[in-house]
């Protein structure tokens, strides 16, 4: 079963875990904004695994491939 959170319910529950975590709300949100752990934003919130968020802990994820588009295409017309 997927555990889905919202970035501040995923910080509680890295807290009580364990209380001296490093794993704060910001820590979570630069990883999800960054793409370092896949996550979906619905409204103004981003959604994300406890599953996804361990296994970059753990060092066994991969961070997805980002590519920005060139500004020439940017405002290219078609």
């Not at 555990?3 to 949100?29: G, N, V």
């Not at 060092?59 to 060139?70: D, I, L, V, W």
């Amino acid at each position: 079963m997927v555990h889905t959170r919202t970035i501040r319910e995923a910080a509680a529950y890295f807290q009580a875990s364990d209380p001296h975590t490093c794993l704060t709300e910001t820590a979570i949100r630069t990883l999800l904004r960054t793409g370092a752990v896949p996550s979906a934003r619905v409204g103004r919130k981003y959604l994300v695994t406890l599953e996804a968020l361990e296994a970059y802990l753990e060092g066994s994820a991969e961070p997805e491939k980002f590519e920005r588009p060139q500004r020439s295409e940017k405002w290219k017309i078609r």
